[in-house]
């Protein structure tokens, strides 16, 4: 299912996102740096809960109640752009990689 954050949401999109990092980024940033950027659960989880309170556009893609993936957009981060909210992120578990599920056959 595929629907707009909520706040019940923190937790699991928060550890969501740092399994995502370590799923797609593995192969390609230096694996000290890659676990700097990893290490704390907790703090993703507060800007999570951040995200949602602000009303920033964060969507989420839920497979029985646990986050899978998820978009975020926001202000423009790029000050010689023209445009009122960009794509910030978009990131999805491997096993849903490419329309696939761990259901799938």
């Keep these: ?3 707009a954050a909520e ?3 923190a937790e699991s ?3 969501c996102h740092l399994v995502c990092w370590r799923e797609a980024y593995a192969d ?3 694996p000290e740096r890659l676990a700097v950027l990893t290490a704390s659960v907790a703090e993703r989880v507060e800007f999570w809960r951040q995200w949602i ?3 920033y556009p964060l969507v989420v ?3 029985s109640e646990e986050v899978v993936g998820f978009s975020i957009a926001g202000p423009a ?3 010689d752009l023209d445009i009122g909210f960009q794509l910030h992120a978009i990131n999805v578990r491997r096993a849903y990689w490419y329309g696939r599920c761990p259901a799938a056959p």
């Design 7 to 9: 706040l019940t949401d």
């Design 77 to 79: 981060t790029e000050p």
């Design 1 to 3: 299912m595929i629907r």
């Design 28 to 30: 390609i940033v230096d």
């Design 13 to 15: 999109g928060g550890a």
């Design 61 to 63: 893609a839920v497979d």
């Design 53 to 55: 309170t602000e009303g």
